[in-house]
């Protein structure tokens, strides 16, 4: 199945980087960029969330590609092909994500687990899509965590979603626990706010309603482990008060 990949970038920062990439994949591919650049691959939308970037991104995907891969313009892709071969059989597919330093490294382990077991959160890094099943989750709505709605969006529709590791992409997150807290306010909001606008399996709802309730327990954990738990916290009072952002 001919596959084509969507990139979306705030700004031009790591758009060279990408576009070295994209050409050693040989994929066909559109960067949807809030900065203008002189390039054929890159098109320009003002920055108004990445739930933005894909819907306008849409449009610029031939008729002919059967799998829609979305892509983050920070990240370094690894092993496309093993989640393009898991494609034949799921609907949609998020990948790992790897981080060589910060709290991130210990959070994927404890998220990763989870994830193994339930689809309480994607990663929207790296996302592979049936182009059949990518019609029908757009438009998608103003979300902060637009990958994880489309991932409940696709269960409620009936599709088979999985998560791949032997696909990943390596990029980079937090350095400090300060700015861990920050990150997950916005992700866990992020989600609460998707499960506003999609119906995610039950299990997976009632996990969300214990979340703040269990969160306090990963202050155990030191420095990082209070981050993310003030974190969550926050996001659930943020939640309760109809706080949400869409933008990315």
Not at 61 to 85: M, R, W
Not at 136 to 147: G, K, Q
Request: aromatic share 10%; glycine share 6%.
């Amino acid at each position: 199945m001919q596959p084509f990949i969507l990139v979306t970038a705030r700004d031009r920062s790591h758009v060279r980087d990408k576009l070295e990439e994209l050409r050693t994949l040989g994929i066909p591919f559109v960067i949807i960029c809030g900065e203008r650049l002189n390039h054929e691959g890159v098109r320009y939308r003002k920055p108004s969330g990445k739930w933005d970037a894909i819907n306008f991104g849409s449009q610029f995907i031939p008729s002919g590609a059967q799998i829609v891969v979305l892509n983050d313009v920070d990240s370094k892709i690894h092993h496309l092909e093993h989640a393009l071969t898991r494609s034949r059989q799921a609907d949609l597919i998020y990948c790992k994500v790897r981080v060589k330093e910060g709290p991130q490294t210990k959070f994927y382990k404890i998220l990763d687990t989870l994830r193994g077991v339930l689809p309480v959160a994607a990663s929207g890094e790296l996302m592979v899509i049936k182009r059949r099943v990518f019609n029908r989750l757009i438009p998608i709505p103003p979300c902060a965590a637009e990958d994880t709605y489309m991932v409940f969006r696709a269960l409620e529709l009936g599709h088979r979603v999985e998560f791949c590791t032997e696909t990943y992409v390596t990029t980079k997150r937090t350095n400090s626990p300060a700015e861990e807290q920050a990150y997950k306010l916005r992700t866990t909001l992020g989600v609460y706010h998707a499960l506003e606008l999609a119906s995610a399996p039950p299990v997976v709802k009632a996990f969300y309603f214990m979340l703040p309730l269990v969160a306090p327990l990963l202050a155990l954990g030191g420095p990082d482990g209070r981050a993310w738990a003030m974190g969550i916290e926050l996001a659930t009072a943020h939640h309760f008060l109809g706080r949400y952002s869409s933008k990315f």
